[in-house]
């Protein structure tokens, strides 16, 4: 089961290879090795501590890993992460909102780091249903709102590649379903898309591959065809030991 | 002109959410004030007294306010979860050092414009003289540009609040030194050629803690 499942013979947007991150003594990943074709969705699920907010911040080239390296798009994430952070759009249980800040300051401030021109603030606030709320200050948006928010931020610079860690947290059902259905209308370049939730339900829902990361390690890797919910929650009870 | 369209960007935002929390410049301004009144108790308004020590308090207080309004500067950061916002911005690191250490500068220099005319008032002591803008012009700038650095290292520490006054007062010590002793001077009415080695010597800490600072931000900021 633990066999590598390759992308296809199409370029991959996202190599990670033999990722080892280790802080002091406490390993959180230990030869961490995938691949992820250009325009493929894969969800990383693991109970707490695996490593799943590690791998995505190392991804995102916030974090530098201890050892392996990252490609995007053929770009090492290490030598040239200014461009690679060009090419992803993160979004997490953080918001990156400040408060004190309309959405519209938001938008704005971040639009000013991405280079974009202005009139993009106003498509991707109506991407998210949030043309009307653009003077509202983030700190009094609702958190499913701030999450949306959260979204076309993300989306700002048009990243080929969004990287999305537990984005639900906080968020009650039908802000949830909101939050997925405004990421799946906004696919039609179909971004590449690597999600870390603890939803075994939503992640197979939205991913064509899952992997589970245990103890830093990737114990299992599924395709979705080949797999349902009920064989994917077999193998992580029986890989994580958690129900 | 690209790197300094987004240094701005930060500023600006920082000045924005300030002016509406009032968080950094309100507070640190009243304990300058509180810190300005209790030397004034203490000390009296004894012209010989006040004229000897008068340099040695006004740095006190400027360097304890300086360090409660750079504990700020990436605690607010850090709160709001935006600092992974500014890591994942396709901008190098020095531009974060930047905008921060810009927004500090701006926050520091308010409260040094409206403190030092309470303090001339209040010990009877003629502080408008272009010596003593200069000075603290350029001693505020070594003082910001080190204390940025050891901000955003203080933030990744569980007591950051006394993290960064430890680490960073005996860095900046020279830089508070010669801006004592050049603000002795210039109170003393001595003309700028006298005065002109400590600027020099301030001048040159500045451009050595920017010069570093830049060098080391991007491995400080990064996990």
Known sequence: MTDQIQAGPQDFAIEANRLYKSFNEKVALKEVDFKVAAGESLAVFGPNGAGKTTLIKILASIMNPSSGTVLINGLSARGEAEKVRRQIGVVTHNTFLYNNLTAFENLDFYRRLYDVPRERILEVSALVGLQNRLHDYAGILSRGM????????????????????????????????????????????????????????????????????????????????DLDLAGLKQAYKLYTGVI | ?????????????????????????????????????????????????????????????????????????????????????????PISRDIIYA????????????????????????????????????????????F???????????????????????????IVIPVIICAVKATGLAMEGKSWTDITNWLLIIGSFDLIFLVISFWVFSFIIEE
């Open chain 2, 144 to 170: 910001v540009a080190c204390g940025t650095l050891f901000s955003a290292l203080a933030v990744k520490t569980r007591a950051r609040e006394l993290v960064l006054p430890v680490l960073f007062l005996p």
């Open chain 1, 146 to 225: 701030q999450q949306r928010l959260s979204i076309a931020r993300a989306l700002l610079h048009k990243p080929g590649i969004i990287l999305l860690d537990e984005p639900e947290t906080g968020l009650d059902q039908q802000a949830s379903d909101l939050l997925w259905q405004v990421l799946k209308n906004n696919d039609k370049e179909k971004r590449t898309l690597i999600m870390a939730t603890h939803s075994l339900e939503r992640g197979l829902q939205v991913a064509d591959r899952v992997v589970i990361l245990a103890r830093g390690q990737i114990v299992f890797q599924g395709k979705k065809p």
């Open chain 2, 1 to 89: 002109m690209a790197f300094w369209r987004k240094v701005l960007a930060i500023t600006r935002k920082d000045i924005i959410s300030e002016f509406r929390a009032r968080e950094i410049i309100g507070l640190v301004l009243v304990f300058v004030l509180l810190v300005i009144l209790i030397f004034n108790f203490a000390f009296g308004a004894a012209n010989e007294v006040i004229s000897k020590t008068a340099p040695g308090m006004l740095w006190v207080t400027f360097a304890f306010a300086g360090v409660l309004s750079l504990n700020r500067a990436f605690i607010m950061e850090k709160e709001e979860g935006c600092l992974e916002g500014l890591m994942v911005a």
């Open chain 2, 99 to 142: 905008g921060k250490m810009l927004s500090c500068l701006v926050f520091l220099l308010v409260v040094e414009v409206i403190a030092l005319p309470i303090f001339a008032f209040l010990f009877n002591l003629n502080v408008f003289s272009g010596e003593i803008l200069v000075i603290t012009l350029l001693s505020t700038v070594g």
